[in-house]
Every structure is written in structure tokens, then in C-alpha cells.
Nanobody
Framework: QVQFVESGGGLVQPGGSLRLSCAASGIVFNIYTMSWYRQARGKQREWVAHIDTGHNTNYADSVKGRFTISRDNAKNTVYLQMNSLKPEDTAVYYC????????WGQGTQVTVSS
């Protein structure tokens, strides 16, 4: 059974940083492109970034230059380093495959506020 467990969220001031982690189980992790998504209150879930099996990355324009996605296949874990955070980054962050066909985890809340 596929399971994703996200962690690392919290409350941070604008301009601050956070590092999110997502531990995957139940999949052959190293053959999948992995992605981070986020959902702000009252909005649809949106794609944030992805990393393929060759460690090639792609980012939404809204986070490009501020966020960095990475993966550790030995740990079945994908990370999201978030720098220069803005209030508009406030959301619940999720990881999943790309496309997101596996069940969603519980996500981790990121709140950017002074």
C-alpha cells in the first residue's frame, strides 16, 4: 500500500526558510518522478515542483529561484527546501508521484506570517 508521510512544516516569518520532507513507502521509489503540491485554504491543489529519476527538476514560476526539490533514493525520501518564504506560500504541502495517482498523505502545514 502506497503511503506518503510529509513533515517539516510550521510557522515562519516572511523571508524565512523551511525544509520539508516526504517519506514514501509501498512503491519502488527510485523509478518514479516525485512532486510537491500545495493547497491553500479555499483554493485548488497546485503543483509546486518535481524531480525525475535523473534528478532533473522543474518548478512552478511562483517558487522558481526560492524553492529547491531533491531526493534521496536510499531513504525513499523527497525534500523541499523553501527559502525567502512569502505569505502567499501559506498552504498545506503534499508530495506524490507525477502524475498524482497514489493516495494523498496528510500533508504538512506551512504558515508564513509576521
Amino acid at each position: 500500500q502506497v503511503q506518503f508521510v510529509e513533515s517539516g512544516g510550521g510557522l515562519v516569518q516572511p523571508g524565512g526558510s523551511l525544509r520539508l520532507s516526504c517519506a514514501a513507502s509501498g512503491i519502488v521509489f527510485n523509478i518514479y518522478t516525485m512532486s510537491w503540491y500545495r493547497q491553500a485554504r479555499g483554493k485548488q491543489r497546485e503543483w509546486v515542483a518535481h524531480i525525475d529519476t535523473g534528478h532533473n527538476t522543474n518548478y512552478a514560476d511562483s517558487v522558481k529561484g526560492r524553492f529547491t526539490i531533491s531526493r534521496d533514493n536510499a531513504k525513499n525520501t523527497v525534500y523541499l527546501q523553501m527559502n525567502s518564504l512569502k505569505p502567499e506560500d501559506t498552504a498545506v504541502y503534499y508530495c506524490n508521484e507525477l502524475p498524482a495517482i497514489a493516495p494523498w498523505g496528510q500533508g504538512t502545514q506551512v504558515t508564513v506570517s509576521s
